[in-house]
């Protein structure tokens, strides 16, 4: 009866020890490929923007999703946050705990609102160039 409560109790040491081998592997580090894959109410979702962004809020690394809503980068840092953004949806700003994420977008409720006016006028470095400037087209 002891043998069997002795061998039991090696099993259930052993069953920790792998599930805490597995999940310690999970937790991602520098040079860990990150990846993932996106999707809205319609399916995967492409073309999606997703950066990593450091504490500057500075882009890091860039990768965009395929036909299938999937991505992947090397990650630069952990302590860096992923950015996710794209025309008509919530932005989604998450931290780096895992190195494969599932991430639904949601459509923004209302879009924000653009005033245009004729004094528009197009910047580029800092200097000013006039609408009628910036909107011609040139071919070869």
């Known amino acids: 009866m002891k043998a069997s409560k002795l061998i039991s109790f090696t099993g259930l040491l052993f069953i920790q020890a792998v599930a805490t081998t597995v999940f310690a592997q999970d937790k991602p580090k520098a040079g860990d490929t990150i990846s993932g894959i996106i999707s809205d109410k319609y399916g995967p979702a492409m073309m999606i923007n997703v950066t990593e962004r450091d504490s500057l809020d500075r882009v890091v690394a860039h990768s965009l999703t395929d036909f299938w809503g999937y991505f992947s980068f090397r990650l630069v840092s952990p302590e860096n946050r992923i950015r996710i953004i794209t025309v ?39 200097i000013p160039i006039p609408l009628r400037e910036a909107a011609k087209s040139v071919s070869h």
């Open 88 to 126: 008509g949806y919530e932005t989604v700003d998450i931290p780096i705990d895992t190195t494969f994420f599932e991430i639904k977008m949601k459509e923004w409720d209302e879009l924000p609102q653009v005033e245009m006016n004729a004094d528009s006028s197009y910047k580029y470095k800092g």
